[in-house]
T-cell receptor, first 109, second 114 residues
Framework: GDQVKQSPSALSLQEGTNSALRCNFS?????VQWFLQNPRGSLMNLFY???GTKENGRLKSTFNSKESYSTLHIRDAQLEDSGTYFC???????????FGAGTRLKVIA | AQTIHQWPVAEIKAVGSPLSLGCTIK??????LYWYWQATGGTLQQLFY??????VESVVQLNLSASRPKDDQFILSTEKLLLSHSGFYLC?????????????FGPGTRLTVL
């Protein structure tokens, strides 16, 4: 099965609203990264997490290692938040990052 | 500041032809370097990683090979392209000696095999 399961797979948000993306892990992991991929393909680093919570502007991310999940909260969504969000978890069995399938987010005016 | 450059930006190649993709990182000494592949609309899959010059480990076999001829350079190649090689190739780096460190990605190379 999927080692890193992301949900939802796609999401449409009205500008100004809030939402949460989630990743569930079935591998032992100590580190999680969140990325935003733009339509050209470039990956922007959003968060690099050990267990705990980080916040950056309208984005907030939590990594709960005991319950094996991570969330990314988007507050006051803007048009430029559109793109594909990926989480990646470090598999501590082989020290390779495993990526989720991504969440395609479209923010509409 | 570190910069990561990939070349070419895009390639259209015939099945059976050779391929060489490059990645250069500037501003960081002895980084760990990685190659990832992404099918259109798909997720990222790690192909290779290297912690030092001349040393490359394969993660997934896709009839591709990688080499690290210089500290700041990582090359992905094959002698015979397959249709299944089409996709987006991304190079990434992280700090030396820390397999769990934060990874930073280059702009990618889009490959179309016809």
């Amino acid at each position: 099965g999927d080692q890193v399961k992301q949900s939802p797979s796609a999401l449409s948000l009205q500008e100004g609203t809030n939402s949460a993306l989630r990743c569930n892990f079935s591998i032992a992991t100590t580190t999680v990264q969140w990325f935003l991929q733009n339509p050209r393909g470039s990956l922007m680093n959003l968060f690099y997490l050990v267990p705990g919570t980080k916040e950056n502007g309208r984005l907030k991310s939590t990594f709960n290692s005991k319950e094996s999940y991570s969330t990314l909260h988007i507050r006051d969504a803007q048009l430029e938040d559109s793109g594909t969000y990926f989480c990646a978890a470090l598999n501590t069995g082989n020290y390779k990052y495993v990526f989720g399938a991504g969440t395609r987010l479209k923010v509409i005016a | 500041a570190q910069t990561i450059h990939q070349w070419p930006v895009a390639e259209i190649k015939a099945v059976g032809s050779p391929l060489s993709l490059g990645c250069t990182i500037k501003g960081k000494s002895s980084p760990n370097l990685y190659w990832y592949w992404q099918a259109t609309g798909g997720t990222l899959q790690q192909l290779f990683y290297s912690i030092t010059v001349g040393q490359v480990e394969s993660v997934v076999q896709l009839n591709l090979s990688a080499s690290r001829p210089k500290d700041d350079q990582f090359i992905l190649s094959t002698e015979k392209l397959l249709l299944s090689h089409s996709g987006f190739y991304l190079c990434a780096w992280s700090l030396t000696g820390a397999n769990y460190a934060e990874q930073f990605f280059g702009p990618g190379t889009r490959l179309t095999v016809l």
